[in-house]
Structures are given as structure tokens and as C-alpha cells.
């Protein structure tokens, strides 16, 4: 447990050093490295356990030597035959990356068909990443010179690729076994595009007659749902004649859903028209709720639609008419239903009211909840929360103060919340992983592992994270937390994250939350006059500290900066930059740092508002605290921000602070009255100010950490 810390004091205190902050609990699902002695060496039977603390703390030593000729022989590689080669070749016997290089000069010769080098290069390195990879290049090579009976020999389902998979069929079909139409049927079924390595069996499938019209039509739609509308035009436009005429309106009433207005269109009693006007107002729904509703009220007395999917379209258009201010619809259409199944609307209706500091409203959509989820954190604690504020009792505790104290023991961010309320320090359970010996040797010396360090050590960091991701597939919990630990030794702080992730071992809060690239953190926020524990989280959050992530968008490194921002930001500052640079941790904290901060100015110091212009764009933040919504509470704020990730995001940096406040030793002693609760009366006539840093952000936090 951490002395007496509150979010309140993360949220409103502006300025906090970078030693005061706060920390995070035990059920906790995120990333982080352990400390720099794993696994000592100790008198122990190999099945005891052992803490992670230091057997795989030194390198060995012929490695390290022949890590230079192995470079060495890469560079080679144009003329294997040279002397200079041969002699690095012979040098490598038994490194681990040796496979390697007979994997480089086999790759190149697979056209020449050698099939005995092939068959011994695969028995040498049967169950691995780089078997796995030699065995696909050689049955592209096989399907390339159609050596379909071969093909199927080598071929294998566990690759789990769909080429493959395509020409694996495809060789069947070619080969006289019509069994493999079930197959690609089933593979052509689906709702989204396949690889264009499939586009000549599926023409072999289509020429046997195999593409029904009944087939289309469930292709179509199930590529409409997911929203694949290039797929579905592609259909309509080739589709069988008697579903044809069907499948344009679909198409149509996807892309003008105002259509739905002409009504006699859509008359034919058939399970395609009610597929057709479902969706149709659904489309609708989302431009003009009203208008949808009404339209939605003549076709359900007009069609018989299944149960379900009436309530699924009703409660639909609840969200929307809420969305759109409709809240006199949305009662309306609320009281006639009986039941209600959207877990996403029921809870998006209970943020709406909660924005609107409607608490009778929002505690009765709450309680509309399933009962999994009503006994989540986050509505227990809403439900206490609204309770407090009406000065209820709160069943089926005996009070409200035992409620949140119940929820108080959780290391979520309600649970931070909750002991917020009370003044009552966090519960953490931080407990160091402990495993066998046995395993812990096991993983150390794992031909993948073995393979991955060297890779992580020459800079290879791509090819490492296969290896890697191919020997924890086969890893049991216990080794995985192993494997973690090992990770982080290293100072891959991403692979020790993932792997406590997928062991689900959450209490290890130091390989899960490291102090990574640690002076050039505290070095920034110093310079910066900021809180180191907050550019700790955000790193954390952003790319659990790989330096060289980029993501779909084009944001780079540890803090993820888009280019453009970065190039801002080191305009400003002064700095020289490259956009290369950004895979840099120095360079990438110090531009982070400094954009971070100059958000941190913006908003008045608020690090709750500053993480979440971070992430969402501060324009947006802006948007979210105008019409009196920074008059809100804080946690009211933080629940009710419109995009669900920013939500996340904002709650994960504001626990992450915590979690390393306690790993940087910090003590932060509780702010007592800083939460912001407004009179229900008050609802339409606030005025009053909030303290220096309330009435912030925080993102979607049901989960545990």
C-alpha cells in the first residue's frame, strides 16, 4: 500500500515535482521491465521458486565474439565461395544465429529446386521461426513452378497463412480432389477481401458453378456490417440475376439512406427487404435520428421482424436520438421496451446523463445494466457516487462509506477513485514474479530466445520480435513471467510488458512498469520544470517504451510524436531536426517532453487535460470543456469525454503516474476537498469556478491494472 495519494492531488495540483506522484494496483494488465540483477544464482533444488533477480545477467562470452563475424559474414554473403567467408562460416559453429546464414544462402537458390538442402534445413530446425519461414518460401517456390503433388506434401495448416492456404486448395482442385470446394467456399464466405493469391482459385471455384446466389447475398452482407462497402459494390455489380436488383438497393440505401423515405420501394415481404431496411435505417439513423424513428415506426408495423433484431434497431436509435439531443424520443421509445440488450447504448445513456448532472436519470439506465456488468468497477462505483450525492444508502452494501471502501482494495482506476472518496491510500499488491529455476533455465536457454537476444543485441530488433513472439507461443504462464523478466534484463522493456501480459501475471509491477531509459526521463522533465512520473506514464501508454514504434498514422518513437508536431515543437525550441531523429529516446523525449509541457501550459497545468490533448488533439479538449462542461466534477468530466480511447487513455496515464510515483519512491500525501460536487439543483445555473486543475479528463477505465 502507498502513503495516503490521491488522483485528485495528479489531477489538480499543476506543478508536481518530479517525486511527488502517485501510484497503481495489483489487477493491472500493462507492460514494464525488471530490475537489473534478474536472477541470482542460488542454492536451490531446480523445482523451488526463486524471485526473477539475476541468472541471466551476464553474456556469453564466445557470443560476443562472434557477433562481429557474423556481421562480417552477412556482408559476404554476394560470395560464399571466398576463403574469407568460409573461415567466418566455420567460426559460427554453434552461435545461435548460424541458421541464419544458411537460411540467406538457401533462400537464394530455391529455384534450382534443391530439395535435399531444403529437407535437411527443416530437420535441423524443426518447430522454429526461421523453419516456419525457409518452409513458406519454398512452397511459393513449389507454386510457382505448379509442383502441385509436392506442394501438398510439404504444406502444412499450422503456418496460418492465407496464400498458403489458397494455393493448397487450388493444388487439390488441380490435382482432381473436388472435396477442397467445401473449403473454399468457406474461405470465400466471409466479409472481407481475401488476398489476391486466392483470386485463380476462386475463379476455378466460380467456373465450377459453385458462387450461388445465396452465397453472394451472404458474402454482401456480411461485408456491408463490417463495413467493407467496396466489397459489397464489387458483388452487386457481378451478382447472380436473381439477387442483383436486390443488392443494388442495398448499396444504394448504404450510401443515401434517405432513400428510405420512399417507402413503397421496400415493400416486398422477403428476409432480404428487412436485411435492406434495417440497415437502411440504421444509415438513417445516423444523419437524422428523428426522421429515422418515424420512418422506423412505419416499417415495423408494415414487416415482421424478428425480436432481436427489433430491439437491436430500437436500441440503436436510442443512442443516436440521445447523441442528437432527442431526449423526449428517447424516452418515449424507451418506455415502450421491455428489455434491453446494447451494453454499449444502455452505458453511453448513463454517461449522457451524467454529463447533463442528471443522477436520478443516470443511476436508473445504470441499474438497466446486466448484472456482469453493473458489478464492474466502474458502475460500482457510479452507483455509489450517485448515491452519495443524493445522500442515499447504497445496497447491497450497509453504506456508502463500505462501498467504496470495498471497491478501495482494487488497483483499478475506480478503485483509486473510490479510496480518493475515502482518504484512504491505494492498494498496489505489487509482488515480484516468482518461478522455478527450472524454468527460468528453460526459457534462458530456448534456441529462440538464444536468438532473439542476439538479434536484440545487433540491433535486429524486427527479426528479434519473431523469434520471440514464436518461442512464447509455446511458453506455459510460469515461463512467460520467466521470459518476461529475462526481457527486461536486457532493457527490452516492450518484451518483458508483453510477455507479463500474455502470463497474466499483473502484481509484477516492476517489469511491468519500468524505470526505462530512466536519466533521459528525469533529465527532460527536470530541464522541463515537470513531473518526471507523468512522461514515465505517457512513454508507457504511448509505446510501453519502444523506441522504434510507429503506428498506423505515422506517429514515431518512445512518445509517439506525428512528424509534423515534432517538427513544430523543435522549431520553438530550437532544436536541430530530422525526422529519422524521432527513433532517437533522447531526441524523442526531449520533443515530447517539451509539447507534453506546453499542453500542461495550455490547460493550466491540469495533467488529466494535458494527456488527453495529447492524445486527442487539444482543439478537441478545448471543445470538451466549453458549454459549462468545465464546471462539471472531475470524475463526471472523465467518464463523459465522447471518445472512448481518449477515455482509456487518459484514466491508463493517470494510473500509470501513480504506479510510478511509487517505483520512483515518491511520497504524495492526500489533497483533502479538491473534488469539484456540484447540487443536483444546480444543474442549469452553475457559475461557480473550479479550483486550480478540476473538472479534467480522464479516459475509459473499466479495466484493471
Not at 441499474?367 to 450517485?386: F, G, K, M, Q
Not at 453504506?399 to 478501495?408: M, T, V
Not at 515543437?569 to 524523442?588: M, Q, V
Not at 445555473?685 to 479516459?699: E, F, H, I, R
Request: proline share 5%.
Amino acid at each position: 500500500m502507498l502513503s495516503l495519494i490521491t488522483l485528485s492531488a495528479l489531477l489538480a495540483s499543476a506543478q508536481l515535482s518530479a517525486t511527488e506522484q502517485p501510484l497503481l494496483t495489483s489487477s493491472s494488465k500493462s507492460d514494464q521491465a525488471a530490475p537489473a540483477n534478474l536472477i541470482e544464482q542460488q542454492n536451490l533444488p531446480v523445482s523451488s521458486t526463486a524471485p526473477m533477480l539475476g541468472i541471466f545477467a551476464t553474456d556469453n562470452v564466445k557470443f560476443i565474439t562472434q557477433r562481429a563475424a557474423y556481421l562480417e559474414a552477412q556482408k559476404l554473403l554476394p560470395n560464399t565461395s571466398s576463403r574469407q567467408f568460409i573461415e567466418l562460416k566455420a567460426s559460427l559453429k554453434g552461435y545461435p544465429l548460424e541458421p541464419y546464414i544458411d537460411y540467406r544462402i538457401l533462400s537464394r537458390k530455391l529455384s534450382k529446386l534443391p530439395y535435399r538442402e531444403v529437407d535437411e534445413f527443416l530437420d535441423a530446425n524443426p518447430n522454429s521461426y526461421l523453419g516456419n519461414r525457409l518452409l513458406r518460401d519454398w512452397l511459393l517456390t513449389l507454386e510457382r513452378k505448379q509442383h502441385w503433388h509436392d506442394y501438398q506434401s510439404y504444406y502444412r495448416a499450422d503456418l496460418g497463412d492465407t496464400d498458403l492456404a489458397c494455393y493448397h486448395l487450388k493444388a487439390r482442385l488441380l490435382t482432381g480432389d473436388e472435396t477442397a470446394y467445401t473449403e473454399v467456399t468457406n474461405l470465400w464466405n466471409v466479409g472481407r477481401s481475401q488476398p489476391k493469391a486466392c483470386d485463380s482459385l476462386f475463379k476455378l471455384w466460380q467456373n465450377a458453378g459453385q458462387q450461388t446466389a445465396q452465397l453472394t447475398w451472404s458474402r454482401a452482407t456480411q461485408a456491408i456490417e463490417a463495413k467493407n462497402r467496396s466489397l459489397t459494390r464489387y458483388l452487386a455489380k457481378y451478382a447472380p440475376a436473381e439477387i442483383k436488383s436486390k443488392l443494388d438497393l442495398l448499396v444504394e440505401v448504404d450510401r443515401y439512406p434517405e432513400h428510405m423515405d420512399q417507402v413503397r420501394r421496400f415493400a416486398e415481404q422477403s428476409p432480404e427487404m428487412q436485411f435492406i431496411i434495417l440497415h437502411g435505417i440504421q444509415r438513417l439513423a445516423r444523419k437524422d435520428a428523428g426522421k429515422a424513428l418515424k420512418l422506423w415506426e412505419r416499417y415495423d408495423a408494415q414487416h415482421l421482424f424478428a425480436d432481436q433484431k427489433r430491439i437491436e434497431t430500437q436500441e440503436l436509435l436510442i443512442a443516436h436520438l440521445s447523441r442528437q439531443g432527442l431526449t423526449d424520443k428517447v424516452t418515449e421509445l424507451a418506455q415502450s421496451m421491455s428489455n434491453y440488450s446494447n451494453i454499449d447504448m444502455i452505458s453511453g445513456l448513463a454517461r449522457d446523463a451524467l454529463a447533463n448532472v442528471e443522477w436520478e436519470l443516470a443511476d436508473k439506465w445504470i441499474r438497466r445494466l446486466p448484472a456482469e456488468e453493473l458489478n464492474s468497477s466502474r458502475w460500482r462505483y457510479w452507483s455509489t457516487r450517485i448515491a452519495e450525492i443524493q445522500g442515499h444508502s447504497l445496497p447491497p452494501y450497509p453504506d456508502i462509506a463500505s462501498s467504496y471502501k470495498a471497491l478501495a482494495k482494487e488497483r483499478s482506476f475506480y478503485g483509486f477513485l473510490a479510496a480518493d472518496r475515502l482518504g484512504l491510500p491505494f492498494e498496489l499488491e505489487d509482488e515480484p514474479s516468482k518461478v522455478t529455476l527450472n524454468d527460468q533455465h528453460f526459457v534462458a536457454n530456448s534456441a529462440s530466445i538464444l536468438r532473439a537476444k542476439e538479434l536484440f543485441e545487433l540491433g535486429q530488433i524486427n527479426f528479434a520480435r519473431q523469434e520471440w513472439r514464436f518461442a512464447s507461443r509455446q511458453f506455459s504462464p510460469q515461463q512467460l513471467q520467466a521470459a518476461g523478466a529475462l526481457a527486461a534484463n536486457w532493457g527490452w522493456y516492450r518484451g518483458g510488458i508483453q510477455a507479463m501480459i500474455d502470463a497474466q501475471s499483473w502484481d509484477d509491477l516492476t517489469v511491468r512498469f519500468p524505470l526505462a531509459f530512466e536519466s533521459v526521463v528525469k533529465a527532460e522533465a527536470k530541464n522541463q520544470a515537470m513531473d518526471a512520473n507523468l512522461l514515465f506514464a505517457i512513454a508507457r501508454q504511448e509505446s510501453a517504451f519502444s523506441p522504434d514504434a510507429k503506428s498506423p498514422v505515422g506517429a514515431l518513437g518512445l512518445m509517439q510524436l506525428m512528424p509534423a508536431t515534432a517538427k513544430q515543437t523543435a522549431k520553438k525550441a530550437g532544436i536541430t531536426y530530422r525526422k529519422h531523429d524521432l527513433l532517437s529516446p533522447e531526441t524523442n523525449v526531449a520533443l515530447g517532453s517539451r509539447y507534453l509541457n506546453e499542453m500542461l501550459g495550455r490547460f493550466n497545468g491540469n495533467p488529466a487535460f494535458a494527456a488527453a490533448a495529447y492524445n486527442a488533439g487539444p482543439h478537441r479538449v478545448t471543445q470538451w470543456l466549453s458549454q459549462g462542461r468545465d464546471q462539471l466534477p472531475l470524475d463526471v468530466w472523465i467518464e463523459t469525454i465522447p471518445f472512448k480511447e481518449t477515455r482509456g487513455y487518459v484514466q491508463n496515464v493517470m494510473v500509470f503516474s501513480v504506479i510510478y510515483a511509487y517505483r520512483n519512491g515518491s511520497d504524495i500525501e492526500s489533497l483533502k476537498d479538491t473534488w469539484y460536487v456540484p447540487n443536483p439543483a444546480q444543474k442549469q445555473s452553475q457559475s461557480t469556478s473550479l479550483p486550480a486543475g478540476q473538472g479534467s479528463t480522464v479516459t475509459n477505465g473499466a479495466a484493471a491494472y
